[in-house]
């Protein structure tokens, strides 16, 4: 089992940047990959980024690739999403998620077992 929380959210004006967290549980977090999805709302829930657990793979959907950055740090049991150049249709629940994985990371939804409960970012125009 894995738990993790996000934090870093928040409001903040167009172009601005924020840095989001995902801290989990557990003693094995290098053996999971993680990615970071979004929900707007009356939308569904969008990958935006994945990382492996070495952080040798990393994925980003096309709508975010240049602004926005995942990284993780192991020994912390942290991984993060840097949000830079934001717009107002960045505005959504940002959600971190966890799977185990060998290689690579998945950018599906349903691949994953593990979430979060959410960070709002808000982003006005």
């Known amino acids: 089992q894995v738990q993790l929380v996000e934090s870093g959210g928040g409001l903040v004006q167009a172009g601005g940047s924020l840095r989001l967290s995902c801290a989990a549980s557990?003693?094995?977090?290098?053996?999971?990959?993680m990615a970071w999805f979004r929900q707007a709302p009356g939308k569904e829930r969008e990958f935006a980024a994945a990382i492996s657990g070495s952080g040798g793979s990393i994925y980003y959907a096309a709508s975010v690739k240049g602004r926005f950055t995942i990284s993780r740090d192991n020994a912390k049991n942290t991984v993060y999403l840097q949000v830079n150049s934001l717009k107002p249709e960045d505005t959504a629940v940002y959600y971190c998620?966890?799977?185990?994985?060998?290689?690579?990371?998945?950018?599906?939804?349903?691949?994953?077992?593990?979430w979060g409960q959410g960070t709002q970012v808000t982003v006005s125009s």
């Open positions: 998620a966890a799977e185990q994985q060998r290689v690579g990371a998945p950018t599906s939804r349903g691949e994953y077992d593990y």
């Open positions: 557990g003693r094995t977090f290098s053996s999971y990959a």
